[in-house]
């Protein structure tokens, strides 16, 4: 079993030597992400998971003094962070440091890619609700595993671990790697066939992911700096954000 935490150390150490040669030219911290501008241009976001911060973590003490700071020192939120929102902040300033590559970048939805046949378990950790029809419109069971139950009823500890014991196809968030469950759900599952982790948040750095099952990174390039940190700082989410992103699939080799 990876031990928690695996993951983002992993990405920490493989671009750090960047990290010392770039600072911050600016942060941001919105309602449903954070984002941050390298002084070279280049942007990255992650998702802020509120309602997973300790009570009273409610402002950064450190504000004001982040931008023109190395951004090796926010990198090493992924590591040391104390909470969800620093671990966004490390994870944002790990993606603007990757280089997606530009000729993965396409606008099919990851399902395109999962080849889902009638009959298949697809476990959904996080709901990803645009993908939940369309999963279901193949024939393959779903089930949704979801931590709020403001969105969707709670299963079972039993039924979520059945259900990752047995899919042929798990779909993750990347999410998990910002509350530290990543590891723990992926030493739940079988032997699926294929393991996609998604979201904008997700880092696309494949190598940092050969000693887990994951076989498909979904997430997202930024494509428009000022339109996203502008729609980061008035409280957007995902759906507002999207046209301003370029959506990057990528197969990790096994």
């Given at each position: 079993m990876l031990k928690a935490g695996t993951i983002l150390t992993d990405l920490y150490k493989s671009i750090?030597?960047?990290?010392?040669?770039?600072r911050i030219a600016d942060l941001r911290i919105g309602l449903g992400y954070t984002g941050v501008r390298l002084d070279n241009g280049c942007t990255g976001i992650a998702a802020v998971l509120f309602d997973a911060l300790p009570h009273g973590c409610t402002?950064?003490?450190?504000?004001?003094?982040?931008?023109?700071?190395?951004a090796a020192d926010l990198l090493q939120y992924l590591v040391d962070g104390k909470n969800p929102l620093e671990i966004a902040i490390g994870l944002a300033v790990a993606n603007a440091l990757i280089k997606a590559p530009a000729d993965c970048a396409d606008n099919n939805e990851a399902t395109t890619y999962?080849?889902?046949?009638?009959g298949e378990k697809v476990a959904m950790v996080g709901l990803f609700a645009p993908l939940v029809e369309r999963i279901r419109s193949t024939g393959a069971?779903?089930?949704?595993?979801?931590?709020?139950?403001?969105?969707?009823?709670?299963?079972?500890?039993?039924?979520?671990?059945?259900?990752?014991?047995d899919c042929n196809v798990a779909i993750i968030t990347a999410t998990t790697l910002l509350n530290n469950t990543f590891e723990e759900t992926v030493s739940y599952l079988g032997k699926p066939r294929s393991?996609?982790?998604?979201?904008?948040?997700?880092?696309?750095?494949?190598?940092?992911?050969?000693?887990?099952?994951?076989?498909?990174?979904?997430?997202?390039?930024?494509?428009?700096?000022?339109?996203?940190?502008?729609?980061?700082?008035?409280?957007?989410?995902?759906?507002?954000?999207?046209?301003?992103?370029?959506?990057?699939?990528?197969?990790?080799?096994?």
């Open positions: 750090l030597p960047e990290a010392k040669d770039r402002v950064m003490p450190a504000a004001g003094s982040f931008a023109g700071s190395s999962l080849n889902l046949k009638s069971t779903l089930t949704i595993i979801e931590k709020n139950p403001q969105r969707l009823e709670l299963l079972s500890e039993e039924d979520k671990l059945k259900a990752l014991k393991v996609a982790l998604l979201g904008p948040s997700t880092p696309l750095l494949p190598e940092i992911f050969r000693g887990s099952p994951v076989t498909h990174l979904g997430g997202a390039a930024v494509a428009d700096s000022a339109k996203v940190l502008q729609i980061i700082s008035e409280g957007g989410g995902t759906p507002t954000l999207r046209p301003y992103l370029r959506f990057v699939n990528i197969f990790c080799k096994k």
